[in-house]
């Protein structure tokens, strides 16, 4: 059995990622009915192709750049088995809706990935949809269960700004001062494109005269495949699983929960067109439906006007004539962002800046060479509902990659310190924890060299 050796700062937070990502249920989805027992640990247990199932996804998602023994895998499965298993004992408690909100989006995740649930279903052996969802179910349970054990043991842990200095001059001495890549805040200005009062009404009645269509005999399906503008409609039979906790928007789900079995809903409006919903099978807090999706269309004359508009409130601003911001309140059409003055959040972290390298391509190449105040060219988009706009942005604030400095990124490095400590509480508490919890390790495993005293081996 190999000895276990130093895992590097990368090694860690990869592993985290692994072991708290969708993905992880890809250890459990083989269905492997006898198997080695690597570990007890209370009524956990690790088993063997665990830790081979999760040394193949370090090794993919490190591109090959990381390898990891047995043991350094088993420790910290160990870790997170003795967290969900004190998470039971302190009461912690995991609501159906948070572990079900969890499946849904660990499903739409991968049947991106793959293209279809049917393909999900293959790729990981399982016999159906919810035998799918049963196994996703029990690991989210399980995932969020450590995630709520580690804010309880470190929702007292605070940083003071004294230790955000020492932190600092830790890393500073040691030349491990973190480098920030370069940070940008943007703002904008959309004007949409919408259609005529007259092209709305005719897609209204042509969605009428199919629902009518349909009611007399025709194919529903048949009927999405010739008209819908969803793409999606040749998927899966055009069958989609809706809950009160998936990421559909909100007027399909009212209506879908709305239908009884086989009842097709009346025309309504959503951003993304109009629909027509049919519902097929009713089954607990699921519902499964299939849609028409009809998008009135926009005249090229309409689009040009909308393009020439923001061409000139462009051009009025760097005259002088209005600001930014009062361009903003008067004419932009971006309800998320017209009330903070056009600036745009980032939807993966919540806040204002981006990191520049992680940007989309697409919206690298028009901001990169910006300074700050500088504004794009006005230049057309479309949004995921099918809105089509025209729009320019503003540089607001730019930094560029840089060492980290304490007065700069006083805020950041804070960060970084809080999340030290927290992670030296957990470790402390983890160590206390190992001493009265049960614990049995496989012998292939007992000649492995631990971090943490999980042999319970007693100092002499």
Known sequence: MPQKKTTSKYTKVLLTAVLFSVSIFQ??????????????????IVLDSDIAKFKQEIELRSEGKITITDCEMLEELMQQKLLSHHAVIDSVTVSDAEVSNKVERSIQFFTQEYG????????????????????????????????????????????????????????????????????????????????????????????????????????????????????????????????KESNFIKEFKEVSFS??????????????????????????????????????????????????????????????????????????????????????????????????????????????????GGYTDVFYDEARGGEKMYKFILMRARTDTHIADLIEDYVKVQSLALKKKKEETIEKWSRDKIKDTYIKLGEDYKTCSFDKNWKKITSK
């Open 27 to 44: 250890v459990h989805a083989q269905k492997i009915k006898i198997d080695g027992v690597a570990v007890v640990i209370g009524k956990n």
């Open 116 to 243: 279809s649930l049917e393909k999900v279903v293959s790729a990981y052996g399982f016999n159906d949809l919810e035998d799918l969802k049963g196994e996703l179910y029990n690991v989210q349970k399980d995932n969020i269960l450590v995630e709520k054990e580690q804010l309880k043991i470190t929702e007292k842990v605070d940083v003071t700004p004294e230790e955000v200095r020492l932190y600092f001059n830790g890393l500073k001495e040691n030349g491990e001062l973190p480098e920030f890549t370069a940070e940008i805040e943007l703002a904008q200005i959309v004007l949409n494109s919408v259609p005529t009062d007259a092209e709305e009404l005719r897609v209204l009645e042509q969605l009428t005269q199919i629902r009518k269509e349909v009611l007399e005999g025709a194919s529903f399906r048949m009927k999405a495949i010739i008209n819908s503008k969803d793409p999606g409609v040749t998927r899966d039979n055009g069958l989609m699983e809706v809950t």
């Open 259 to 372: 239908l009884e079995q086989d009842e097709i809903s009346k025309p309504f409006k959503t951003l993304f067109g109009y629909h027509i919903i049919k519902l097929h099978t009713i089954k607990g807090n699921t519902r499964t439906v299939s849609h028409i999706l009809l998008q009135p269309e926009i005249p090229e004359s309409r689009l040009r006007e909308t393009r020439l508009k923001v061409e000139e409130i462009k051009r009025d601003i760097q005259e002088g004539k209005l600001t930014f911001e009062e361009a903003v309140k008067k004419f932009s059409d971006d309800k998320d962002s017209k009330n903070n003055g056009g600036v745009i959040l980032n939807e993966y972290t919540g806040d204002t800046k981006f990191d520049l390298t992680r940007m989309d391509p697409a919206m690298y190449a028009r901001v990169n060479d910006l300074d700050q």
